[in-house]
């Protein structure tokens, strides 16, 4: 079956590149996501890639899809303690919509 | 309203009680979905709703029923509670490119 796989745990400095990594398993996915989640709150939408895509910016945001190898990052610029939480990749199961995600890496950042 | 609302916000619940989770969206949405999340966990879908009228099973289903009766609602019900079901419980509505979800209820069966 599907399945998303993430590393728990990442700690970074403020001001340094924070990079999160996450590995799929369905060749068919259309879409993948990272969600953002703080203490106590639901889940944000960060970003999306369509399959077919390689690297999507936005601001200090990097997307980056090798399909080949079912690989996705997450690349934060200039990392800053706001940025504390908890990251999810997900992705979008083919023609249902529906998500799987993995288990969520938690980027802490020191000052 | 704006956006996804969910009620109540928290719950203890005596096992073997019944308890109905609210989820409202304003978007329009046709599609609705319903997690929970445990630790180490992450995320993991129990029903969701492609549209009204319509509901699926997820990964987790076993305990809980949906409803989907419009767009706008789609209430997630225990008919028995039991501890494995303490957790935190997201609904989310979405477009075919991308779901966004509600602040959460966090669930408590004792």
């Known amino acids: 079956g599907e399945d998303v796989e993430q590393s728990l745990f990442l700690s970074v400095r403020e001001g340094d590149s924070s990079v999160i990594n996450c590995t799929y398993t369905d060749s068919s996915s259309t879409y993948l996501y990272w969600y953002k989640q703080e203490p106590g709150a639901g889940l944000q939408l960060l970003t999306y890639?369509?399959?077919?895509?390689d690297m999507k910016q936005d601001q200090r945001l990097t997307v980056l899809l090798n399909k080949k190898d079912k690989h996705l990052s997450l690349r934060i610029a200039d990392t800053q303690t706001g940025d504390s939480a908890i990251y999810f990749c997900?992705?979008?199961?083919?023609?249902?919509?529906?998500?799987?995600f993995g288990q969520g890496t938690t980027l802490q950042v020191k000052p | 309203i704006a956006g996804i609302t969910q009620a109540p916000t928290s719950q203890i619940l005596a096992a073997g009680r019944r308890m109905t989770l609210r989820c409202t969206q304003d978007?329009?949405?046709?599609?609705m979905y319903w997690y929970r999340q445990d630790l180490g966990l992450g995320l993991r879908l129990i029903h969701y709703?492609?549209?009204?009228?319509?509901?699926g099973k997820g990964e987790v289903p076993d305990g809980y029923s949906v409803s989907r009766a419009n767009t706008d609602d789609f209430p997630l019900t225990l008919a028995s509670a039991v501890p494995s079901q303490t957790s935190v419980y997201f609904c989310?509505?979405?477009?075919?490119?991308?779901?966004?979800f509600g602040p959460g209820t966090r669930l408590l069966v004792l």
């Open positions: 978007m329009r949405h046709n599609a």
């Open positions: 989310a509505s979405g477009t075919e490119q991308t779901q966004y």
């Open positions: 890639i369509f399959s077919n895509m």
């Open positions: 709703s492609n549209t009204a009228g319509t509901t």
């Open positions: 997900a992705e979008a199961t083919s023609n249902t919509g529906k998500l799987i």
